[in-house]
Nanobody
């Protein structure tokens, strides 16, 4: 299986950006997706996650109410919609895949995800 992020860029505070995670090499049946980010000089942190069996996403407190994870099985894509962006959201964003995964939950722990993309830079600045 492979995952690849895209869609990063420069956006002004208060703006929006949608990141895409293209997944391939497996059937989108039982899996979990995690979104993570790493800001300069900081450890990588979980942003949110989604499991196919549970069917809805969970979010870290700093992004709750502003970020939304969605999937499009027909296109083999997972998205991270980011609204009301703040300068502190500036980071490299990663998509990670846990497959197969039959659980009714998802994890914010990096070690639970085997397949990772290379990351995409998001910069929030005026």
């Amino acid at each position: 299986a492979q995952v690849q992020e895209s869609g990063g860029g420069l956006v002004q505070p208060g703006g929006s950006l949608r990141l895409s995670c293209a997944v391939s090499g497996f059937t989108m049946d039982y899996y979990a997706i995690g979104w993570f980010r790493q800001a300069p000089g900081k450890l990588r942190e979980g942003v949110g996650c989604f499991s196919s069996r549970e069917g809805f996403a969970h979010y870290a407190d700093p992004v709750k109410g502003r970020f939304t994870i969605s999937e499009d099985n027909a296109k083999n894509m997972v998205y991270l919609q980011m609204d009301s962006l703040k300068p502190e959201d500036t980071a490299v964003y990663f998509c990670a895949l846990r497959y197969p995964w039959y659980g009714n939950d998802c994890s914010a722990e990096e070690s639970e995800y085997r397949y990772w993309g290379q990351g995409t830079q998001v910069t929030v600045s005026s």
